[in-house]
C-alpha cells in the first residue's frame, strides 16, 4: 500500500475576470488541511465554489492567491498521484470495460498481466467481477460509475478528488455506491475529498464535514462525524447522526 498523504490549503483566494463583466471572487482565504488518509466532504450552497476548489486542488485551475501542497509537492499542475472523478462516468463506448478501466495506464505506456489483475481485483470489489468483457452501453448508470470508480483507482492515486460522483444516481442507488465507495476507502490509506449536496451523503461517509459559505466561498464550520468507523446504512437512525446532520443544516437555514 502506498503512504498516505496530506493535503495542505493555505489562503487560497480565487477570482474569475471575464471581457465586459465584474471580477467574480469565487473563493477567498480558504484554509484547511485534510489528514493523510483521512475522508473530508465539502458542503456549501450552489455557486459557493465547491467545484473550483477541487478543481485548485487538482492543479486544473491556478489560484489567484495561497497555495495547495500535497504531501511535499506545492500544486501546480495535474499529477498522476490525485485521481478526480465527476458526476457523468465518460466512458468511451467502444472500449470493453476492462480497457476503460485500464485506460489511465495504458496512455503511459504498456499494460501486462498485473494491471489486468488490479482491474479484475477492483471490479470484483465493485460487485462487476463478471462485467468486464462488457461494453459500456450494456451497464446501467449505477454499474458505469462504479466503472469510473475503478477506473479513477486503477493508477493506485494517493488522493482522490470525488465531484457529486452519485449526484445523477437514483437514491437507492446511491446509498448503496456510498457505503461501496466507503468500504473502497477503508482498504486503503486514499486521502479523499468528496463534494456534495446532501448533507446525510457528506455525514455519512467522512470524518469530518466542511461547511462552506455562499460565494465568495469560505469555510464557515468544520464538522466532526462521531460515528464509528465502519459505516452501514441504519446509523442515519443514530443520534449522532442526526445531531451531526442538524448542525450543518443549521448553516443553511433562512433567517
Ligand atoms: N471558468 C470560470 N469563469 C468564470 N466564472 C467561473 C468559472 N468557474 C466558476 N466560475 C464562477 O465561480 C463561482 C463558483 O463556481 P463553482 O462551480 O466552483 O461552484 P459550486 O459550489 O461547485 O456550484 P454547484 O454546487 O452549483 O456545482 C460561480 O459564481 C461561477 O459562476
Not at 478543481?55 to 498521484?81: K, W, Y
Not at 462485467?131 to 477506473?151: H, K, N, T, Y
Not at 446511491?174 to 486514499?190: E, F, G, I, K, V
Amino acid at each position: 500500500m502506498t503512504a498516505a498523504v496530506p493535503i495542505a490549503i493555505q489562503g487560497v483566494r480565487k477570482t474569475f475576470s471575464t471581457a465586459g463583466r465584474p471580477e467574480t471572487t469565487a473563493l477567498e482565504s480558504v484554509d484547511l488541511t485534510v489528514g493523510a488518509g483521512e475522508f473530508v466532504s465539502i458542503v456549501g450552497a450552489s455557486g459557493c465554489g465547491k467545484t473550483t476548489l477541487l478543481r485548485v486542488l487538482a492543479g486544473l485551475t491556478a489560484p489567484s492567491g495561497g497555495e495547495v501542497r500535497i504531501g511535499d509537492r506545492v500544486v501546480a499542475a495535474p499529477d498522476r498521484s490525485v485521481s478526480l472523478m465527476f458526476q457523468s462516468p465518460t466512458l468511451l463506448p467502444w472500449l470493453r470495460v476492462v480497457d476503460n478501466i485500464l485506460l489511465p495506464l495504458k496512455l503511459r505506456g504498456r499494460i501486462g498481466a498485473h494491471e489486468r489483475e488490479r482491474a479484475g481485483q477492483l471490479l470484483d470489489q465493485v460487485g462487476l467481477a463478471d462485467f468486464g468483457d462488457r461494453l459500456p452501453r450494456e451497464l446501467s448508470g449505477g454499474m458505469q460509475q462504479r466503472v469510473a470508480l475503478c477506473r479513477a483507482l486503477i493508477a493506485a492515486p494517493t488522493v482522490l478528488l470525488l465531484d457529486e460522483p452519485f449526484g445523477a444516481l437514483d437514491a437507492m442507488t446511491r446509498d448503496q455506491m456510498n457505503l461501496d465507495l466507503h468500504r473502497l476507502w477503508a482498504s486503503t490509506s486514499l486521502t479523499t475529498v468528496l463534494i456534495t449536496h446532501s448533507i446525510s451523503e457528506a455525514v455519512m461517509l467522512s470524518q469530518r464535514v466542511v461547511v462552506m459559505s455562499p460565494r465568495p466561498g469560505r469555510i464557515v464550520d468544520i464538522v466532526d462525524v462521531p460515528l464509528p468507523a465502519e459505516r452501514h446504512g441504519e446509523l442515519i437512525d443514530s443520534p449522532q447522526f442526526a445531531e451531526t446532520a442538524a448542525r450543518i443544516r443549521s448553516h443553511f437555514a433562512r433567517h
